[in-house]
C-alpha cells in the first residue's frame, strides 16, 4: 500500500518561504512523476509543479521564479521550495505520485498541508 506523507506546511508572512515535503512508502519502484498540486478555498485544484524521474520540471507561470521542485528518488521523496510567498499561494497543498506498472497507470495522494500566506 503506497502512502504519500506531506509535511512542512505552516503559516508565513508574505515574501516568506517554506519547504514542503512529501515522503513516499511502500512502493518498490521510483515513481515516474511527482507532483505538487493546491487547492484554495472556492476554486479547483490546480498543478503547481511536477518533476519526472529524469528531473524534468514544469511549473503553473503563476509561481516559476518563485518555487522550485526536486526530489530524492532514492529516498521516494519530492520536496516544494516555495519562496517569495503570496496571499494568493494560500491553499492546501497536495503531492501525488505516479508510476506506471505493466502498462497501468498507477496515482496516488497525500492528505493535504494548510499553507497560508497573510499580507
Known amino acids: 500500500q503506497v502512502q504519500l506523507v506531506e509535511s512542512g506546511g505552516g503559516a508565513v508572512q508574505a515574501g516568506g518561504s517554506l519547504r514542503l515535503s512529501c515522503a513516499a512508502s511502500g512502493s518498490t519502484f521510483s515513481f515516474d512523476a511527482m507532483v505538487w498540486y493546491r487547492q484554495a478555498p472556492g476554486k479547483q485544484r490546480e498543478l503547481v509543479a511536477s518533476i519526472n524521474r529524469d528531473g524534468n520540471t514544469n511549473y503553473a507561470n503563476s509561481v516559476k521564479g518563485r518555487h522550485t521542485i526536486s526530489r530524492d528518488n532514492a529516498k521516494n521523496t519530492v520536496y516544494l521550495q516555495m519562496n517569495s510567498l503570496k496571499p494568493e499561494d494560500t491553499a492546501v497543498y497536495y503531492c501525488?505520485?505516479?508510476?506506471?506498472?505493466?502498462?497501468?497507470?498507477?496515482?496516488?495522494w497525500g492528505q493535504g498541508t494548510q499553507v497560508t500566506v497573510s499580507s
Open positions: 501525488n505520485a505516479v508510476e506506471v506498472v505493466a502498462d497501468r497507470l498507477y496515482s496516488y
